[in-house]
Every structure is written in structure tokens, then in C-alpha cells.
Nanobody, 125 residues
Framework: QVQLVESGGGLVQTGASLRLSCTAS????????MAWFRQALGKEREFVAA????????SYADSVKGRFTISRDNAKNTLFLHMNSLKPEDTAVYYC??????????????????WGQGTQVTVSS
């Protein structure tokens, strides 16, 4: 099974930037569509961003569009989420997710088979 490990979370002030990383164990990472989801305390998991295996297609939730950028380095089996202009409402546990589907991307959690353990992002007001 594919293992996904997130890192890069932390406690920052409003307006700060963070880069989250997710490293995958698979050797066919370029065949995996990947995504970031987040879950705030007491709330359900929500979609953040997705990227196709080749990196050619991306999708973002309206709440992060223009502030967050999803990218990947297939040579390093790593997915990134560059987060700028962070707001308190961005506070959540961020999860990376993947599925061996390279022809499309999805904003649905059901579209992904593998999940990381999450990394906490806290933005102070």
C-alpha cells in the first residue's frame, strides 16, 4: 500500500506563509492524482486543492484560490501546498491524498484511496 507522510505545519500569524509537503512511498508517483484536504475542529473534511499526475491540471477551493498553490516534484515523490496570506479560518489539520488515476482530478474525498496522517496548521488572529 502507498504511504503518504505530511510535514510542514505549524503555528503562524495572520498573513504568514507556510509550505506543506507530502512524500509518497510509491515508485509510480507520476501516475497518481493528488490532493490536499483539511479538517477544522468540529467540522467535516473539506477540499483544498488537487493536481493531476503530470501536474498539468489543478483545481482549488474558492476559499483558497489566489492564496494557495498546489505543486508536485515527481522526481522526489513529493506533493506541496504553498500557502500565502494565511487567515485564522485556514486553521485545520491538512491531509494529503492520492489515487492511481492520472487522467483526471477530483475534489471529492471519495476520489482518493490513500491518505496521510495529517499536519496541523494554526493561524493566530
Amino acid at each position: 500500500q502507498v504511504q503518504l507522510v505530511e510535514s510542514g505545519g505549524g503555528l503562524v500569524q495572520t498573513g504568514a506563509s507556510l509550505r506543506l509537503s507530502c512524500t509518497a512511498s510509491t515508485r509510480t508517483f507520476n501516475d497518481f492524482r493528488m490532493a490536499w484536504f483539511r479538517q477544522a475542529l468540529g467540522k467535516e473534511r473539506e477540499f483544498v486543492a488537487a493536481i493531476a499526475g503530470t501536474g498539468g491540471s489543478t483545481s482549488y477551493a474558492d476559499s483558497v484560490k489566489g492564496r494557495f498553490t498546489i505543486s508536485r516534484d515527481n522526481a522526489k515523490n513529493t506533493l506541496f501546498l504553498h500557502m500565502n496570506s494565511l487567515k485564522p479560518e485556514d486553521t485545520a489539520v491538512y491531509y494529503c491524498a492520492g489515487s492511481k488515476i492520472f487522467t483526471s482530478i477530483s475534489s471529492r474525498s471519495a476520489g482518493y484511496d490513500y491518505w496521510g496522517q495529517g499536519t496541523q496548521v494554526t493561524v493566530s488572529s
